[in-house]
């Protein structure tokens, strides 16, 4: 039962770390979609009529809400990823973690579906692939983290008993 229990804790452990590297990857893929999307969004006709300091208050703006919405997104993999790993250690923890685990993982599966609507450009296609496939190991290693914390908890429990 032990090395069962270790088992699972070590899997707890490595989705923790998964989960804060998916963390620094959704911001990195945040950057690079500002970087290399925006010049393209700002040729649309509905922005040929602003002005020089018109663009640049949109772009200022822009840029604020991505890092605000960066350092949350950022915050809610440490928040999950080093919570997954002190239990893992077993250290104390946030037992909130687990909710935000179910939460997150509930929108990340209801994301999914976005990467496919709309599809123009056959060259993003490989693209928006790619980005699916990293968003559904995200939710298969949060998934992971939760029923392995619960099996966790009821082998250690029984094993009390």
Do not use: C
């Not at 690079?32 to 969004?41: E, K, N, R």
């Not at 002005?51 to 890092?67: G, K, L, N």
């Not at 997104?73 to 946030?94: P, S």
Request: no cysteine.
């Amino acid at each position: 039962m032990q090395e069962k229990i270790d088992h699972l804790k070590h899997n707890i452990y490595v989705g923790g770390i998964g989960v804060i590297l998916m963390g620094f990857w959704s911001m990195a893929k945040i950057l690079i979609s500002i970087v290399l999307g925006f010049a393209d969004y700002l040729k649309q006709p509905e922005f040929e009529t602003l002005t020089e300091d018109d663009i640049t208050a949109v772009i200022i703006v822009v840029v604020i809400v991505m890092a605000v919405f960066s350092v949350i997104l950022i915050f809610i993999h440490l928040l999950i990823g080093l919570n997954a790993i002190r239990f893992a250690k077993g250290k104390k923890y946030r037992k909130l973690f687990l909710v935000v685990v179910i939460v997150f993982l509930v929108l990340q599966v209801l994301g999914i579906p976005s990467y496919f609507t709309n599809i123009t450009d056959d060259d993003a296609l490989d693209s928006l692939i790619a980005a699916a496939l990293v968003d559904i190991t995200l939710i298969f290693i949060l998934g992971d983290i939760f029923v392995s914390v619960f099996k966790v908890k009821k082998l250690e429990k029984n094993r009390e008993e």
